[in-house]
């Protein structure tokens, strides 16, 4: 219950296409849910992050859109390119004080843009 | 650059070695985490410390001790390691223990080979 599903392990996209990444989860105390993005040799980095009281939001070309009632997540990369070949991370926190500071991470997509 | 300062970047060590990884933050967080991190997989969750106490063990192996004799540094102490914990030793930090406004900040690091 304390998992978070993503899918595809991997995704080649061509310069310009959209980029979707999909993560389900079971747990309905998550209650903030954020999208990692790891280069190669670096740590994980923020990318964005959504509430569950909101279904979409929108930071340049990246987009989550957040299905509450379906338990569902994705992350859209608009117009890709080959500077967002990395691994994406989606992520959720319990609510619960108990379990704070414990972030559960989805299993990763490799993306690879093609030029 | 991250915030988040790990050293060193690379470490080989031999079994009966004792080594330690440094991590230091100066954003004023008072969560800090050590994550572990094999190749193509997530970030796996090993210590939390809140405000200088050690608030999750993850069922870490003794051979890992980690300690926070700061605000602003961590270390993880490393003795008689196996050659399968091998891997990326992440550190982490942020504002109060991660929810929606306190978000993750990792450092790029440190890239370990037990031989």
């Known amino acids: 219950q304390q998992q978070v599903k993503q899918s595809p392990q991997s995704l080649i996209v061509q310069k310009g296409g959209i980029s979707i990444i999909n993560c389900a989860y079971e747990n309905t105390a998550f209650d903030y849910f954020p999208w990692y993005q790891q280069f190669p040799g670096k740590g994980p980095a923020l990318l964005i992050a959504?509430?569950?009281?909101?279904s979409e939001k929108k930071e340049g070309r990246f987009t989550i859109s957040f299905n509450k009632s379906a338990k569902q997540f994705s992350l859209h990369i608009m117009d890709s390119q080959p500077g967002d070949s990395a691994t994406y991370f989606c992520a959720a926190i319990p609510g619960s004080v108990y379990q704070g500071g414990k972030l559960i991470f989805g299993q990763g997509t490799e993306l690879s843009v093609k030029p | 650059d991250t915030e988040v300062t790990q050293t060193p970047k690379h470490l080989v060590m031999g079994m009966t070695n004792k080594k330690s990884l440094k991590c230091e933050q100066h954003?004023?967080?008072?969560?800090m985490y050590w994550y572990k991190q094999k190749a193509k997989k997530p970030p796996e969750l090993m210590f939390v410390y809140s405000y200088e106490k050690l608030s999750i063990n993850e069922s870490v192996p003794s051979r890992f001790s980690p300690e926070c004799p700061n605000s602003s540094l961590l270390n993880l102490h490393l003795h008689a390691l196996q050659p399968e914990d091998s891997a990326l030793y992440l550190c982490a930090s942020s504002q109060l223990l991660v929810k929606l406004r306190s978000p993750l900040h990792f450092g790029n690091g440190t890239r370990l080979t037990v031989t």
């Open positions: 959504i509430r569950p009281d909101v």
């Open positions: 954003m004023g967080h008072r969560a």
